[in-house]
């Protein structure tokens, strides 16, 4: 019994290792959201287990995704990984400008437990449709869903039901599937379970429905412009699980679009017509003079600084007056005004050194016990002046007096 179990066990192990290793082939069509899971069980089988039985889902895995031969993904491509506990997702909406293009993503599982890599390729081959473009689109934005809540097939389907029931068409694709994120929009505060939110492009084959269009009415606008709920009828049959915002809602009509067609030049075949030999320019070269350019760029701008220079230099060394003009226009009084303060101040200042004598400097005589008049002292001889420190101080003689009338009888 061991000699037919052990073949079959190595069997089983090849088999799984070389379907991992193999392309594994998608084939979306054009204008039609594309989804593809990397699920974490499909690469545990290149890790080694956990020590323990029965552990190894605990593993963190993260995936790196990429064009081949190139650092990043194709534009229309996306992919997203909340957490490395959980599923990757590639999802976009190729445009027929791909169709026929095989597209090799390079899809490499990383285990931050062990640190090893595990290599797959994901070929994707995109193929025309008859029904593409949809000629009317809708575009709803969800409040209530992450985008790797939405790219959920059992969720994707219900809202698509929900609009189906709304929008009545024959036929009904999701076109694209955008996060809030990629808008512009901001990460949600961690409370309240908030979401980021996630716009779902809808394309269908017949015109809008009322219920649709009632967000272009102008009550409804005007609600938007003021920042509140318009009122929409079907909005009941999606308020059960998908919270929309009705104000970003848009509808785009395909058929009615012109087309503009930029004339770009033809980029030709990126070689210089052939225009001659190249010609050199001679090894005899004339000299060129910067005498004259010296003068006005450094010769002219010194000799008005040294003009500036000498005429500040004069008007301020030359043009002084001096103490005795000075002395000279300045009336007398001001002159013994200026010296009697200047004599009280030198008075007041000895007066502080010499704090240690017990007798008062002052101008004044200072009498004592003895009745004996005692001068002031004066550190310094102090010249005396006949000038009267007011004007008013005259002699009487040169006074006029004024006559006063005497009083009758």
Known sequence: MDTTVVPIWIYMVVTILSTLHADR???????????HVLEREHFKGEFPPYPKPGDSSNDPITFNTNLMGYPDRPGWLRYIQRTSHSDGVLYGSPTAEHVGKATIIEII??????????????????MSTEEYPLPYQAEFYIKNM??????????LGDFLGAVK??????????????????????????????????????????????????????QNQLRCSQEMEPVISCDKKFR?????????????????????????????????PDIGGYNPPPES???????ADFLITLAVPSAVAMVLFSVLGYSMCCRREGVDKRNMQTPDIQLVHHSSIQKSTKELRSMSKNREISWPLSTLPVFSQSEEV??????????????????????????IQIPQQQPSG
Request: charged fraction near 20%.
């Open 25 to 35: 082939n998608v084939y979306p069509s054009a204008g039609v959201l594309f989804v």
């Open 109 to 126: 599982a990383y285990n931050r437990r062990t640190f090893e890599t595990a290599r797959h390729n994901l070929v994707i081959n995109i």
């Open 146 to 155: 992450n985008v790797e809540e939405m790219l959920a097939s059992e969720v």
């Open 165 to 218: 029931n709304v929008w009545q068409p024959e036929r009904l694709n999701a076109v694209n599937i955008t996060s809030a994120l990629d808008r512009g929009g901001r990460v949600p505060l961690p409370i309240n379970n908030l979401k980021e939110g996630v716009y779902v492009m809808v394309g269908a084959d017949v015109q809008f429905s009322s219920c649709l269009r009632e967000v272009e009415n102008s």
């Open 240 to 272: 059960a699980q998908f919270d929309i915002d009705w104000c970003k809602i848009n509808l785009v009509d395909i058929t009615k679009m012109i087309m503009i067609h930029s004339n770009r030049p033809d980029p030709g075949t990126g070689v210089l």
């Open 285 to 291: 070269l004339k000299s060129r003079d910067f005498f």
């Open 374 to 399: 005692v001068p002031p002292i004066h550190p310094d001889n102090y010249e005396t002046t006949s000038m009267p420190l007011m004007q008013t101080q005259t002699n009487l003689q040169n006074q």
